[in-house]
């Protein structure tokens, strides 16, 4: 039989964005608060791999980028934590190039009679956020060559497509909108607020391989079984141990994905999964590749952000590495896909499943067809031949499934998501169980990673008033 000898009064699982945020808040208020993350890291869809010598230079695995103007409440805890904002675009970039059925065009090309779409006569002549506010992509008088076109220049193809209406005209971003992410690299964000949360008192404790399977509740507290976990790569999985703790609240920092594994008696009712439901995982998949020498003349290539329809997506050129004693030359770093949606199932095809599940810092083995298929695209994109793109000398991948692991949520079609977001917060009124996260976030920050930080700050509005 178990017994509770010491009760904390916090309990958190998930140790991405909201979890580690929602700790920090509760940091200085004379509660005993206890972190817990299933994985051997901090971060969750934040995940920055930090390359030798690139000077700032961050490979992103996870969130890219943020939205300085929109994103306010990243912002004041960017500047909270002392971390050094800078402009995710290079000096001088101006917006991004696309590259659609086989014509490079510039973004002053996209209302004019080069665009190679057919569109209808009151959708011609319109840049994309022009055309996304004329139409509603749900209603019939849309033509199939509009909903192409805006797919197709959209920075991520899941935007477009099982879109709930009610965020259409505001998920997308303006393009000359300010991009920023950070020097330290966006996962420094979690990372940060976990180290300060975890020092500002001795009752804090941040508690990694360790996955919440099962809850039950007992007289005035919560008996909570943790699985211990091995992470290796990208994969984290159980082995036969664990332990139990006990808490007094509950706050499940977590998307649908683990929600939906999670066995407690109160989540197994219809209405309940009815509302888990309620938001679908998109699947994402970004590729970096370390070029050890230029294979274009100049000092920059001559496309530095392309927009393409081909399955690789995006194309970006991030920068050039300092000179070091372990080089005697620069090396060249290229975000060479940001794919989602059926583009990530277009890549599994191409590379062994033990390989794409992992996460892969140094050049693929088993991996010739992906780097020859991408190479193909690089040079279509940049009109080269594929054999003057060298073999990259390393390489980063990271595959968000739609599984656990999804790389975000977006709302169902017709799903009334301003009453949902509000009732999952506390899912069952009589009990101490909370969850926050962007998953199940109001409105259109739901895809960016200040809408984790809201629902947080929903939950202590609401319920912690007097703990906050």
């Given at each position: 039989?178990?017994?509770?000898?010491?009760?904390?009064?916090?309990?958190?699982?998930?140790?991405?964005?909201?979890?580690?945020?929602?700790?920090?808040?509760?940091?200085?208020?004379?509660?005993?608060?206890?972190?817990?993350?299933?994985?051997?890291?901090?971060?969750?869809?934040?995940?920055?791999?930090?390359?030798?010598?690139?000077?700032?230079?961050?490979?992103?695995?996870?969130?890219?980028?943020?939205?300085?103007?929109?994103?306010?409440?990243?912002?004041?805890?960017?500047?909270?934590?002392?971390?050094?904002?800078?402009?995710?675009?290079?000096?001088?970039?101006?917006?991004?190039?696309?590259?659609?059925?086989?014509?490079?065009?510039?973004?002053?090309?996209?209302?004019?009679?080069?665009?190679?779409?057919?569109?209808?006569?009151?959708?011609?002549?319109?840049?994309?956020?022009?055309?996304?506010?004329?139409?509603?992509?749900?209603?019939?008088?849309?033509?199939?060559?509009?909903?192409?076109?805006?797919?197709?220049?959209?920075?991520?193809?899941?935007?477009?497509?099982?879109?709930?209406?009610?965020?259409?005209?505001?998920?997308?971003?303006?393009?000359d909108e300010a991009q920023y992410t950070l020097r330290e690299g966006m996962d420094s964000v979690p990372v940060q607020l976990a180290k300060q949360f975890k020092n500002a008192s001795v009752t804090h404790a941040v508690r990694l391989s360790r996955r919440l399977a099962c809850m039950r509740r007992e007289r005035g507290f919560y008996r909570l079984v943790l699985?211990?976990?091995?992470?290796?790569?990208?994969?984290?999985?159980?082995?036969?141990?664990?332990?139990?703790?006990?808490?007094?609240?509950?706050?499940?920092?977590?998307?649908?994905?683990?929600?939906?594994?999670?066995?407690?008696?109160?989540?197994?009712?219809?209405?309940?999964?009815?509302?888990?439901?309620?938001?679908?995982?998109?699947?994402?998949?970004?590729?970096?590749?370390?070029?050890?020498?230029?294979?274009?003349?100049?000092?920059?290539?001559?496309?530095?952000?392309?927009?393409?329809?081909?399955?690789?997506?995006?194309?970006?050129?991030?920068?050039?590495?300092?000179?070091?004693?372990?080089?005697?030359?620069?090396?060249?770093?290229?975000?060479?896909?940001?794919?989602?949606?059926?583009?990530?199932?277009?890549?599994?095809?191409?590379?062994?499943?033990?390989?794409?599940?992992?996460?892969?810092?140094?050049?693929?083995?088993?991996?010739?067809?992906?780097?020859?298929?991408?190479?193909?695209?690089?040079?279509?994109?940049?009109?080269?031949?594929?054999?003057?793109?060298?073999?990259?000398?390393?390489?980063?991948?990271?595959?968000?499934?739609?599984?656990?692991?999804?790389?975000?949520?977006?709302?169902?079609?017709?799903?009334?998501?301003?009453?949902?977001?509000?009732?999952?917060?506390?899912?069952?009124?009589?009990?101490?169980?909370?969850?926050?996260?962007?998953?199940?976030?109001?409105?259109?920050?739901?895809?960016?990673?200040?809408?984790?930080?809201?629902?947080?700050?929903?939950?202590?509005?609401?319920?912690?008033?007097?703990?906050?």
């Amino acid at each position: 039989m178990y017994r509770c000898y010491a009760c904390i009064d916090v309990a958190v699982v998930g140790g991405g964005l909201s979890g580690t945020y929602a700790a920090w808040r509760l940091r200085n208020h004379n509660h005993s608060v206890h972190l817990f993350e299933s994985s051997d890291r901090i971060g969750g869809r934040m995940h920055t791999l930090r390359l030798p010598d690139f000077d700032g230079i961050n490979a992103e695995l996870g969130a890219l980028y943020y939205l300085p103007q929109r994103h306010r409440l990243l912002r004041t805890v960017i500047r909270a934590l002392r971390l050094t904002p800078r402009d995710w675009r290079r000096p001088r970039q101006g917006p991004p190039t696309y590259y659609l059925r086989g014509r490079r065009l510039h973004t002053s090309d996209l209302n004019t009679y080069k665009l190679p779409y057919r569109l209808a006569d009151g959708e011609k002549h319109r840049q994309p956020a022009d055309l996304r506010r004329f139409l509603n992509l749900l209603n019939p008088i849309a033509s199939r060559e509009a909903i192409n076109y805006l797919t197709d220049t959209a920075p991520w193809r899941g935007l477009m497509s099982n879109q709930n209406a009610a965020q259409l005209a505001d998920i997308a971003q303006e393009r000359d909108e300010a991009q920023y992410t950070l020097r330290e690299g966006m996962d420094s964000v979690p990372v940060q607020l976990a180290k300060q949360f975890k020092n500002a008192s001795v009752t804090h404790a941040v508690r990694l391989s360790r996955r919440l399977a099962c809850m039950r509740r007992e007289r005035g507290f919560y008996r909570l079984v943790l699985r211990k976990t091995v992470t290796n790569g990208q994969y984290t999985t159980d082995i036969n141990d664990h332990e139990y703790a006990c808490a007094r609240k509950v706050i499940l920092a977590l998307p649908r994905g683990p929600l939906e594994r999670l066995q407690w008696e109160p989540f197994s009712d219809e209405t309940f999964q009815r509302k888990l439901r309620s938001v679908h995982k998109m699947p994402a998949l970004v590729v970096y590749f370390v070029f050890s020498g230029k294979w274009w003349r100049g000092e920059d290539p001559p496309l530095t952000d392309v927009i393409t329809d081909l399955p690789v997506r995006r194309v970006r050129y991030m920068g050039r590495s300092k000179y070091s004693g372990r080089h005697n030359s620069p090396r060249y770093l290229f975000m060479v896909a940001s794919a989602d949606s059926t583009d990530v199932d277009y890549f599994k095809t191409l590379l062994d499943v033990s390989v794409f599940d992992g996460l892969v810092k140094v050049s693929f083995r088993n991996s010739t067809r992906f780097i020859k298929d991408v190479k193909s695209q690089l040079a279509e994109v940049f009109r080269v031949n594929s054999n003057d793109i060298p073999w990259p000398s390393s390489v980063g991948l990271r595959h968000w499934g739609d599984g656990e692991d999804a790389a975000w949520h977006l709302w169902e079609k017709g799903v009334m998501w301003e009453k949902v977001s509000e009732r999952m917060l506390r899912p069952h009124a009589q009990e101490q169980v909370f969850i926050v996260g962007s998953a199940y976030s109001a409105g259109a920050n739901q895809f960016w990673a200040e809408g984790a930080l809201q629902s947080v700050d929903s939950l202590m509005r609401t319920y912690f008033q007097n703990d906050v």
